[in-house]
Each structure stands twice: as C-alpha cells, then as structure tokens.
C-alpha cells in the first residue's frame, strides 16, 4: 500500500497525490458507507489496487485526523494564511478579525499577510503593524512587485498544509505564482482556480505545489459563520486580551460595561488596538443580540 493524501472529490471518486508518483483517481473502500466515514479532502489515507498505468487504485484506511474544519469541509490543516492587501483595495479589518476569530477557535495557527506593501509608505505599514502586534499571529507584509518577503512567506508554507483567504484583488494567485512558478507551469490553473468568478461551480481543493506543500482555497470566507461561540467566551478568542485575564475585579469580565476592568484600562493607556477592541464590541453585540431572536 502507498500512503498519500486526498486532494479532490468529485462525485464517488478521490483524487489522492502520492508524494514523487503523482495523483490517483480513487474509489473507496465499501465498508466506509456502512462504517459512517466520510473521507474529506486533506485525509491522509493508504491505498492499494494500485495501476500505475492508469493512475488507479483504492482508498483502503483513514489516518487519523488532527483537525476537521466545516467550511470548507477539509481535514489536517496545519496552518491558516490569510492575505489582504495594504491599499487597493483597503483591508477590511473587521473581515480579518472574524477570520482570526474563527480559526482561534479551532486551534489553528495563522499567518497575516499583508501584499502590496509598495504601495504604502512606512507610516502606513507601521499603523497596520500596531493594529495586530498582539493579535496572536505572524504578521508579514509582502510585495509581488518588488519580491521582497516572499521568500520568507515561502519558508512558512513549505512542507505544511495551508489554508488560503483573502477577497478579491489583493494578489493571492500572483502570491502563488511567484512562489511556486513550477507548480504554476504544470497545473496552469493556479490563478483561474484562486481568481475564478463568483457563479463557477467550487469544489474544495488542495493545491500541490511540491511535494510535501499545499494550499486549499476557502471560498465564501466573507460569510464566516462564527455564532457556534457564545457572546461571553468571545473574549477567549481576542489574544490581546489573554494577558489580563483573570485580573479584572468580577469574574466573567466581558471587558465591556464592568468596573474595575483592567483590559479597559489597558484599551485606555494604548496596550490594546482600539480598532481591535472596536471590532470586538461589535462582534459581541452581534452575538447578544441574535441570542435574543
């Protein structure tokens, strides 16, 4: 048997890319229906039934799983990266602090990446900065134009299994591109996929830039679902808060209407991102108030 990883599903069959052999069009084996497992994309699986001429063979075992996220529906992600631009379009802040949100809650790790960091003079890049210094992420900023720090955006994908996020125009695909020029060559579809119209059918796919390398794109992003949290833990997933937790005066502290808060005086001496703790307040009463209906 050969271990890969399934990188598409389309209708009964699994497209799994075994590392230096290439990508097999799998069915799976029968007993996976009447067992209730579902193989998703991102699965490590093992196959046997191998044809190596027609490139075929058999999904016989699931690995274990580390994680599972909803939407997309996908498995084993190693890290999420989420790219805006600096200007053109402006980065919608608001946007990016759900996504962290979310991707907090699953215990994901990810990585801020700002693109088109040419286009913005130094004052400017260091407001963005300060803004998410403590957001709990690595923060990069990047320019296609100029290939600076792209080679160490490289660094941070290669060899993990990424989630890839940002709207429309911030330069994902040219990201890609640039850092995967062979794998761009050999699919020709890097940016058509990344960059395809909002009435093309999606299916989730996993990306295989090298060997051991992939992204997924996460389509619909921008309707993140994150109401699984309740109103009162949503201060849980604001990792500027966490060094003050548990020093407020109550217990419980929401850091929004208590006394003696001590995130709100952290918020008033400029320890805390008010743009940050803005968006916090809005997602809270968001939150609260779809409870109430």
Do not use: W
């Amino acid at each position: 048997m050969l271990q890969g990883k399934i990188v598409k599903s389309l209708s009964e069959f699994y497209y799994v890319h075994v590392p230096l052999t290439g990508v097999y069009q799998c069915t799976a084996k029968g007993n996976f229906r009447s067992r209730k497992i579902t193989p998703l994309v991102g699965d490590n699986v093992l196959i046997d039934r191998i044809d190596n001429v027609r490139m075929e063979a058999a999904v016989e075992e699931l690995l274990p799983r580390s994680n599972e996220l909803i939407r997309p529906k996908v498995a084993n992600i190693d890290q999420a990266l989420i790219i805006f631009a600096c200007v053109s379009p402006q980065p919608n802040y608001n946007l990016l602090s759900r996504f962290l949100v979310m991707m907090e809650y699953n215990d994901i790790e990810t990585i801020v990446c700002f693109n088109k960091q040419d286009q913005l003079d130094k004052k400017g890049l260091n407001e963005i900065r300060d803004i998410f210094k403590s957001c709990g992420c690595k923060v990069v900023t990047t320019s296609v134009k100029q290939h600076f720090g792209i080679d160490e955006l490289g660094d941070i994908l290669r060899g993990k299994v990424t989630a890839l996020a940002g709207p429309s125009g911030v330069g994902k695909s040219s990201i890609l591109n640039a850092l995967f020029p062979d794998a761009a060559s050999k699919t020709g579809s890097i940016s058509e996929k990344i960059g395809r119209g909002k009435h093309t059918t999606r299916h989730v796919e996993l990306f295989n830039l090298s060997d051991d390398t992939y992204v997924i794109d996460t389509p619909g992003f921008t309707s993140l679902d994150y109401d699984v949290i309740e109103e009162k833990d949503l201060h849980f997933y604001f990792n500027e808060f966490k060094a003050y937790e548990g020093m407020c005066r109550f217990g419980g502290c929401v850091h929004i209407n208590e006394p003696d808060c001590v995130v709100k005086e952290a918020l008033a001496a400029g320890e805390i991102s008010k743009v940050r703790y803005d968006i916090y307040l809005e997602m809270y009463n968001e939150l609260k108030n779809k409870r109430k209906y």
